[in-house]
């Protein structure tokens, strides 16, 4: 659950919020100013599902693992 929680604070907060909206200048790499990446949401929403997906798919392993033990 913890894990879950961050990876959407990573999501909403870091990534769209802050990198993508505000962007400020220590983000932008020197020369790239003004390219179409920097304001790409998909790119950070795809890899907020492979997160989730890992998420899932460790828990389960872990659930599983703690009900064997």
């Avoid at 304001?39 to 795809?46: L, P, S």
Wanted: aromatic residues 10%; charged residues 10%.
């Amino acid at each position: 659950m913890a894990l879950s929680v961050f990876n959407l604070v990573d999501l909403l907060i870091l990534d769209w919020l802050i990198l993508v909206r505000i962007q400020p200048g220590f983000v932008v790499l020197p020369g790239t100013e003004g390219l179409a990446g920097y304001d790409d949401y998909r790119f950070h929403g795809h890899a907020f599902l492979i997160g989730t997906t890992g998420i899932l798919v460790v828990s389960l392993l872990a659930g599983l693992l703690g009900q064997l033990l």
